[in-house]
């Protein structure tokens, strides 16, 4: 089948170029020039695992190419940022309707519309098919819609999009039996039918219900600091129960799904929806508890100095929202590091980020450079290579670790 997804992003591109590597004929469709320009050299434009040989591959076939416009096809994908508005934590579904208008000219009765971002509830109807209904109204009743979120993680995208389970949910059955028979081509996982608005809380759930969790485990962290108790001890010890999973606490939360996604949910059902919010909130709360800490164990290496006029040297172990990726995408981290950066005249920050080569504000340290000249070492990141390191450089270091990389030295 011609398959045309609109947006080549972390999630477009693996999408488009595993569709290809499954026999389908893919155009991609993406308003960015570079983008659009490396797929057609056969390029990856982002780090990650597997992605430049799977393009390679699949530009190579000549099943996959780019595009600036979308093209007449069977099936149109849309695969667009739905990021929230950081005031009113509303969905911005600009981006998803701007990519849904772009596609009307080309549409023709029998094609397959398919929304993978990850939408509030009622997006597939009000955001994509009214808005082709109104452009098109010749096409009424003739285009079969699906919603199927994206579950893939950063970092391992390929795997788990190929791998794992999938849920379609159409607007009518009939959509929804066409859907999971497009999905079956390239997804070796269960692909689960479901309706439309059932397939679309499916995922903010998923995420709302990691957020919950995290925040459990962050609040732990903070009730054990107060009464002086080993929040990793206490964790790993509940763990043994057969029934209790208490996931890590750490910086915050981060990443633009479990960060964003539940107040996709909060924004549709305040009232019924508490613990979400506080969750939010715990999860928010966390880089200024860190920098608390930070703030402590400046102060302790100040009392300890004869010489008060020199800055206490922190060094600020990973800037990533999670180990592993350098994606800094709602991260945590930088909340800790913008702050440090911004007392400049009491602490000087030593910024280690061992995915990126350079940051656009903050100049890169490598790891012992950083770690040796340090007062305060705060691991903001469980990067691996942090806990690589010798670890004798740490010592004499006042060392604040809320992600519990070092806790075992
Ligand atoms: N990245 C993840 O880990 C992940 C995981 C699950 C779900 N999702 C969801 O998938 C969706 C896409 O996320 P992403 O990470 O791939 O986003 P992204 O920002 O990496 O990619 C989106 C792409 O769409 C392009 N674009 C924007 N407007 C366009 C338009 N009108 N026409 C064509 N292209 C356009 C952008 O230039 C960009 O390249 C989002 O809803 C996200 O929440 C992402």
Redesign the pocket.
């Known amino acids: 089948m011609k398959v045309c997804v609109?947006?080549?992003?972390?999630?477009?591109l693996p999408m488009a170029a595993l569709l290809a590597r499954a026999g389908h004929d893919v155009v991609g469709?993406?308003?960015?020039p570079d983008?659009v320009d490396a797929v057609n050299a056969g390029e990856c434009p982002f780090n990650e695992k597997e992605m430049p040989d799977l393009v390679a591959k699949a530009h190579k076939s000549g099943r996959l190419r780019a595009a600036l416009a979308p093209e007449e096809a069977d099936i149109f994908v849309l695969?667009?940022?739905?990021p929230v508005d950081h005031e009113s934590h509303v969905a911005d579904m600009s981006?998803v309707r701007?990519?849904v208008k772009?596609i009307c000219p080309v549409l023709k009765a029998g094609d397959l519309v398919v929304l993978?971002?990850?939408s509030p509830v009622g997006a597939l109807e009000a955001d994509v098919r009214d808005v082709i209904n109104t452009a098109r109204p010749d096409l009424a009743d003739a285009i079969d819609y699906i919603f199927c979120p994206?579950?893939?993680i950063?970092g391992d995208t390929v795997r788990e999009m190929a791998e794992n389970d999938r849920v379609v949910g159409g607007l009518t059955p009939e959509a929804t039996t066409r859907g999971v028979a497009f999905y079956q081509t390239f997804v070796k996982g269960d692909v689960l039918p479901t309706e439309a608005r059932v397939a679309e809380l499916v995922k903010l759930v998923e995420n709302a219900s990691r957020d919950v969790q995290i925040a459990f485990a962050n609040e732990l962290s903070k009730m054990c600091h107060e009464v002086g108790v080993d929040v990793w001890e206490v964790i790993n010890l509940a763990n043994r129960h057969p029934r209790v999973n208490i996931l890590n606490p750490g910086t915050g939360v981060g990443g633009?799904?479990i960060a964003v996604d539940p107040w996709f949910i909060i924004q549709q059902a305040p009232k019924a929806t508490p613990l979400m919010r506080a969750a939010r909130a715990v999860n928010d709360s966390k880089p200024e508890w860190v920098l608390e800490r930070v703030r402590e164990a400046c102060a302790r290496v100040m009392k300890a100095r004869a010489d008060t006029n020199t800055k206490v040297r922190v060094a600020c172990l990973g800037l990533a929202y999670k180990p592993g990726v350098d994606d800094l995408r709602e991260s945590p981290s930088l909340v800790v590091v913008s702050e440090l950066m911004r007392v400049k005249d009491d602490v000087e920050a030593l910024v280690v980020e061992p995915y990126l080569t350079r940051h656009p504000d903050y100049t890169l340290v490598g790891l012992e450079e950083a770690v040796t000249q340090a007062d305060v070492v705060v691991v903001l990141t469980a990067h691996p290579q942090f806990y690589a390191m010798d670890k004798a450089l740490l010592s004499g270091k006042e060392l604040v670790d809320p992600v519990g990389l070092f806790k075992n030295i």
């Open positions: 609109i947006g080549l992003g972390y999630m477009g469709v993406d308003i960015k983008v695969s667009l940022p739905t981006a701007a990519g772009s993978e971002s990850t994206e579950r893939a950063p633009h799904c």
